[in-house]
């Protein structure tokens, strides 16, 4: 049973904006969360963690590019993405930050170029 479900990746030109959004399972409000990356070839990487309380944290490649966020009433982690780099170009999922072992969704697959 899938129960993460990531959508808003796309086609964007260096430079630009996209926001992904995920759904999850309830039960997810009690973890802290994250967003992963996995760009071609390469292992799948935290990019941005957000604790239940609303803390966040970010990898070095994205600090000051993306910001992590969730609201859950709607069962939701957000990423916005912006100055978006060719290297961001990636399928994202999010799960739990650390990761747990939990199914991880279909993801979302946003590609950088011009």
């Known amino acids: 049973q899938v129960q993460l479900v990531e959508s808003g990746g796309g086609l964007v030109q260096p430079g630009g904006s996209l926001r992904l959004s995920c759904e999850a399972a309830?039960?997810?409000?009690?973890?802290?969360m994250g967003w992963y990356s996995q760009a071609p070839g390469k292992q799948r990487e935290l990019v941005a963690a957000?604790?239940?309380?609303?803390?966040?944290n970010y990898a070095e490649t994205v600090k000051g590019r993306f910001t992590i966020s969730r609201d859950n009433a709607k069962n939701a982690v957000y990423l916005q993405m912006n100055s978006l780099l060719p290297d961001d170009t990636a399928v994202y999922y999010c799960?739990?930050?650390?990761?747990?072992?939990?199914?991880w969704g279909q993801g979302t697959q946003v590609t950088v170029s011009s």
């Open positions: 957000i604790t239940t309380g609303g803390r966040t």
């Open positions: 799960n739990t930050s650390p990761y747990l072992g939990r199914t």
């Open positions: 309830s039960i997810y409000r009690n973890y802290n």
